[in-house]
């Protein structure tokens, strides 16, 4: 199947596009699209990319890989981000992530057999005064207990 | 004291533009707009000495000065929301919950520089903030604030909501522009200057989410009112997000000068769970760590800081109580540094890595006779000598880890394992 | 041009505004160790090596970005910034894999010449490598080291600002960082190659030249490339009389620093195979060698008797040869047609940033010489075509075995002349047709002058020995003038290109010497790329 975006994506392509002084700077929000249209950026949706935004596909590639938020693999249904720097560590992070790792049976960066979780341990989310946390997909997660871990991990199927 | 920055947060719905207004929302804006020239709003802001609070410090009316004004090409302000300095969570709070401050403190940068087009760079993560960002803007659009011809002044200004996608460079100033240019987040060399060689190679002005909220109540109260409070040097007030062992972590906003002894132990309610404070990083993880006894007579105001051996950074304060492993906690933070070097230059992507490799080492039971000179040395390769400033963050904590708690790591060598945390 | 003076390790320099400190110091003879600074592409400034200090400066300044001042004191050599010098050098080498011995970099290669400058002392780096990718195939000629690279983006920078063809990019960060080629792409962009050139260290190395010879015993000869009429500079390099890679020489009223693909492997088919080492006439039975003194006797008398004549000289044979090609082919016949051999081809757009349409590069050069007289080459070969010749000689072009058009039809033509004169420096399918064959040298070979597209006249130098046997294409031509009775003796290019100054007008009052190793434009002629 060829890689190309729905009529509405690609409506909203050409509405974000427009609001840039330069097509250029729309990048990240036109490769958040594609990551939302495709589910993850595989080498063909960046070509696609590369191809509407009129820039090289090694450039796009490049800024692929940089981020950590653009994924060039598939990935679980629910994406699991256990912060893991200082703050979060200094009230148990390591410990939610051993627990989160136990329950699931999976290690970090893997993802479950069922495609349900992927677990990645990520550094500082912004939420250091309300840790251990952890965001999964858009929605953070905070003050962290082993109980509320797994209460949260069941409610998301 | 009478809150500056965290004047709304509390208030109910205090996202929607109904309530930012009532509390005396774009008052500021509709004065900027109707009543002063762009030069008077930027002489405002320096008169009031404000300075930015992303952790650089630099004075914002002066910032907004360098700006040329016979430029014809089309000019920027970018207000930087990519908070991402470990410890810091300050910004978080304004975004979530007084975004319209945000909004209003970056229109009248914008305003005063005369730019059209304003950015609002949020990190990818925080997913929340951008959608209450994104409403907060709809809705001053639909009031008249943004858009075409202002509250009938004639004046122009869009104001674009750009979400990061992973990268803590991204909050250093010329790789945000790098980032919104739609490249990786490489920092730019200087010169030349984002104030005439920005975004797009435009004149722009970069500033913090919290400088630009500070802002709309300096314009709307002027700069005598703000340079009323804090001390001597530093003026006004500032937010400090406070994590690790305490209390009651949280976002506090505190008047430049206050005594940062009292602030720990009075308003955050000291050490959680009895125990004794060890250590603590006042301005965020790139920022040198302070001994328990030396926080005495400390001030929480630039110079007081730096006096200190350390530096006010973000605000970003953390504690560390007498359980805390010394060495787990500098592993931690130069592990950090190691995964977010952009790797562009060669001493930041060589020698934050190595830098995590030895701490690493060393907290496993792995360390080595002179692994700590060899750090130091590393870290004093580092520092200075890079594109951009991430380079001193990287190596400043590293070095001072040990300067500091030096007994702790040799502890850690020569009795082969980790002695803390069993 | 503002004037600026100022201080590098003391010495007052004179440097004009706008310039940079790496820039000013190396105009003043001043070398400021680097790797991702190159004069032609935009400043990364990410490599950290040129950092010096300046007075009144608190921090290191990089060289490369920090523009010179009035009465700015530069150091390049203090404790400080030796200090931070090794630093780098060492931040750079604790993931290499050190592997000079195999390494077909070793000898030009700026980590190596750097550290033995700097006198490093053993690792302090003893944690586990991060490893890259090894021998990974970027394009036709272009293999990569991963480990070996130093992240200077010099190839990434030339792909996207001299090219604009950006096959490369960083990809990743921090210090799993590498170059990288798009997946499914390669790199083989018609100047792909230069960034081999450009790559300061191991990383990028040449498929065609890589493990040939160690490049300490390179012998260097400054010339020009025979690829096609831009002329680019190059430095032919030899290994036991036989060439083994171009490299551009700097030239910036010609190449820059450049040269294409297409030129840079050239000499593989004009040097490659087996050398004529005597002359050949045709007698019973087909071509037999002979002496040189009745190959030229043969020659000369079967040309006499064979007009009305052709003569057809290569846009690879040097001004001195085509001067006397021509002299030679009007005291034959004053009605002799001649011609420079040339055809043209379509490039693209990256092709044109170097290329010339031909592959003769010095057609206008031989042209100017008068070894043109018949409007083009085409219209000569129609005529040679429709038989309106019964001798021809022809100089170092393979008429017959030219692909596509024409090449059966030349052949025929050549069948039925009456007497065919080759020279060339191999047997070619026209050589088996001739009457007289005549060995001589190739470009590799052979000193003289070369006219580029735009008028500038550039130095061919000898790189290697042309084999026994074997005579430079000017002397051929000279004993045949001398045969025929020319009183005017050539002892050398030098002094053929003494009679050209005096003869040709637009070559008038040009001497060898002034040609020099970066040419001199033709009078009338304005310098642009």
Redo the contacts between chains.
Sequence with gaps: MAVEFSPEARQKFEKIVA????K??????V??LAQREFGYLS?EA??YVAKI?E?????V???V??????NMKPIGRHHIQVC????C???GAERIAASIKKKLGIGTGETTADGRFTLSEV?????????PMM?VN???YEDLTEEKVDKILERLK | MEKVLLRNVDAPESHTLEVYRARGGYRAWEKALREMAPERVTDEVKASNLRGRGGAGFPTGMKWGFVPKDNPKPKYVVCNADESEPGTFKDRLLIEKDPHAVIEGTMIAAYAIQSHTAFIYIRGELSFGATVLQNALDEAERAGYLGKNILGTGYDLDVILHRGAGAYICGEETGLLASLEGGKGWPKVKPPFPATHGLFGCPTVVNNVETLAAVPWIIDRGAAQYTALGTEKSKGTKLFSVSGHIQRPGVYEVEMGYSFKRFLEEDCGGVRNGKKLKGVIPGGASMPVLRAEEIDGVTMDYESFQAAGTLLGSGGVIVMDDSTCMVRAAWNIARFFAHESCGQCSPCREGCHWMEKIFRRIEHGEGRAGDLDLIQSISGNIAGNTICPFGDAASWPAAAFIKKYREEFEEHITKKKCVRME | MDPVKLTIDGREVAATKGQTVIQAAAEAGISIPHYCYHPKLAIAGNCRMCLVEIEKMPKLQIACNTQVAEGMAVKTQSAKVVEARRAVMEFLLINHPLDCPICDQAGECRLQDYYMEHDLKGSRFEERKERDRKREIFGPHVVFDGERCVKCTRCVRFVQEVTRTEELTVVNRGDQSTIALFPGKILDNPLSANVVDICPVGALTDRDFRFKVRVWYLKKTASVCPGCSTGCNVSVESYQNRIVRFKPRVNEAVNSHWICDEGRYCFHSLTDGERLSAPLIRQEGGLVPTDWETALHVALSGLRAAAPLAGIVSGRNTNEEAFLFARLMKRLSSEAALEVFYRERALTETEKILMSPDRSPNFRGARDMGAGTDGNHNSLAARLLEGKFRGAYLVGEDLAALEGDGGIEQRRALEKLAFLVVQDSRLTATAKLAHVVLPATHFGEKEGTYTNRRGRVQKLNAAVVPPAGALQDWQIFARLLSKMGDGRSFAGPAQIFQAISEEIPAYRGLTYERVGDQGVLLAGETKRL
């Design positions: 609001r840039y002084p330069k250029d700077g729309a990048m990240l929000p490769l958040y080498t960046i070509e935004m820039l090289p596909a090694a450039r590639y490049g800024v890989t940089f981020y950590t938020m653009l893991r720097t200082l703050p560590a200094l009230v550094e500082c989310l912004a939420s250091c005064g309300s840790g965001q858009d929605d953070y």
